[in-house]
């Protein structure tokens, strides 16, 4: 058993101020494997107050400065590799090849693409009689979930260190093991003191803290709506910055010059990778009437490469999920999608066979759902696909946007011109065509209810910044 009960603060691991602790569970074994802080206020004003002393040093380091502790940094991670890997594995119940693959990988992308986008990056720019100032906003408080444990904290710190901006940083409570290697990794490539600070706690404790803290100049937050919305309300009394990466209900429209078997392989990797633990992930599969039945066949095919079980077995493509709270509420979404008269074609309530113990969902489908269900309108989070079907491109078109969300959206298809009349229609913040791989560079974030800010390359590093106008000079 892990006992972890140290935070980070000022350049030293030190004791809570308090003496709580919270439990982190194995979701595929469902035991105990280790204890960390639940830290407190007075926590969160020490590392504030370390951020802030380094603010003014730090800040003013030169951009060249910032490229060499990136790259340090994303040498020292690529040495962790293994215990990233193994942690990841352990708190999150991720597949050994998806923790190497996904997770370890997306976290070290991140440090790199920063470093590289520093090179271009301009802090000051010249506009007639006026110098445009860049400046790092001050000290950053980032608050992440359990989702995807490397990359929601690699690509806030990556921004954050490149801005020259000071962080007061709380993982998730359920997966706190990767930041708490990220620090270690901090520790190794000489990050200086107060730069980062780490505490560890609930979300209504150091959560709370941060998001109201006076001396606090922005809030990078990733995770639910709901608590975005406290977060928000708390930043609005001592008027900070929020950035916000929340959740999606994205659609994948399949366009019927497309190959459906290449689709339903798409359509089912993107919606049970991370076992539906994504917020980009589509849920809501679009397909046409004429379509469907041939859609239906070809993903019926496909269905068994996507397996859940045991993250430690090379077969599996999926793990459990989380956490027993998550569980319980995909159990319910599944059941209310029965209820309200979706069609089953595979997978449902309960345990898939021989995994009783752990958080394990069998991969589900719906078909003939209604864009009104609330398996259509709310974000499950978990390997649950709707599909949904249209008569035209602008019914499909129309069905895409009728959603509180605009995280991303997801387009297969042959025509050049359809596919880009798509990719414009769809108002969210990515657009994917034909499943391309991943860029670290382009701009990461939802229109609508799925947040406010871009993340990832230039734009985010914007996010740290403030702008200042020095006018009058010659
Ligand atoms: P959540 O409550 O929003 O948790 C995200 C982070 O916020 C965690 O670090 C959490 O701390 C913290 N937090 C909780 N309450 C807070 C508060 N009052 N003030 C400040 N920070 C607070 O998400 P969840 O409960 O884990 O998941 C619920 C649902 O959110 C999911 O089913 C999914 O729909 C959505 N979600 C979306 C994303 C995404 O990437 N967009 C990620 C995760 C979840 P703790 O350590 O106490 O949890
Ligand atoms: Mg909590």
Not at 8 to 25: H, M, P, R, Y
Not at 38 to 56: C, H, I, Q, S, Y
Not at 152 to 172: C, D, I, R
Request: proline share 4%; glycine share 10%.
């Amino acid at each position: 058993m892990r006992s972890d009960l140290l935070h980070f603060i000022d350049g030293e691991w030190v004791k809570s101020t308090g003496a709580d602790s919270i439990e982190v569970l194995n979701p595929a074994t469902e035991e105990v494997i280790g204890t960390i802080s639940n830290g407190t206020k007075e926590d969160v004003d020490l590392a504030v107050k370390a951020a802030r002393k380094a603010f003014p040093t730090f800040s003013q380091t030169t951009k060249e400065e910032r490229i060499a502790l990136l790259t340090r940094i994303a040498d020292e991670y690529e040495k962790r590799k293994d215990d990233f890997v193994e942690m990841i594995t352990q708190e999150l119940g991720a597949p050994i090849i998806m923790s190497e693959k996904v997770h370890y990988n997306m976290g070290l992308a991140h440090f790199r693409q920063v470093a590289k986008e520093l090179e271009t990056f301009e802090f000051t720019e010249k506009r007639g009689p006026t110098l445009i100032r860049k400046e790092a906003i001050g000290v950053s408080g980032l608050i992440t979930p359990w989702n995807f444990p490397t990359n929601q904290t690699s690509t806030k710190l990556a921004s954050a260190f490149a801005a020259g901006s000071t962080v007061v940083l709380k993982p998730s409570e359920l997966t706190p093991y990767a930041a708490l290697i990220l620090t270690e990794v901090f520790e190794a490539a000489g990050v200086p003191k107060g730069v980062f600070n780490l505490v560890n706690g609930s979300g209504e404790t150091v959560g709370d803290a941060i998001s109201s803290h006076p001396d606090i100049d922005f809030v990078s937050f990733t995770g639910s709506g709901a608590v975005g919305q406290k977060i928000s309300e708390n930043a609005a009394k001592t008027i900070k910055r929020v950035a916000l990466e929340l959740g999606g209900k994205s659609p994948l429209i399949v366009l019927d010059d497309y190959d459906m078997k290449k689709a339903a392989k798409i359509a089912a990797g993107n919606v049970f990778a991370n076992s539906g633990q994504v917020c980009t992930a589509a849920t809501r599969t679009l397909v046409s009437k004429a379509k469907h039945d041939e859609f239906i066949e070809a993903l019926k095919g496909v269905l068994p490469r996507f397996s859940v079980g045991n993250p430690r077995d090379e077969k599996t493509f999926y793990g459990p999920l989380v956490a027993e709270k998550q569980y319980d509420r995909v159990q319910d979404y599944i059941q209310k999608g029965l209820d309200e008269g979706a069609e089953l074609i595979a997978g449902g309530t309960g345990k898939p066979e021989g995994l009783e113990t752990g958080y394990y969902v069998k991969p589900t489908v719906f078909t003939n759902v209604k864009n009104d269900m609330t398996i259509a309108q709310e974000e499950i989070f978990g390997p649950v696909m709707s599909i949904i079907t249209y008569d035209t491109l602008e019914e499909a078109i129309e069905i895409a946007n009728d959603t509180i969300y605009g995280l991303a959206g997801y387009v297969v298809g042959e025509d050049e011109e359809t596919v880009q009349k798509v990719a414009s229609s769809i108002r969210a913040g990515r657009i994917s065509i034909n499943n391309p791989p991943s860029d670290f560079s382009a701009p990461f974030g939802g229109y609508k209810q799925s947040g406010v800010g871009r993340e990832w390359g230039e734009y985010g590093i914007e996010e740290y910044l403030e702008i200042k106008a020095v006018v009058g000079v010659s």
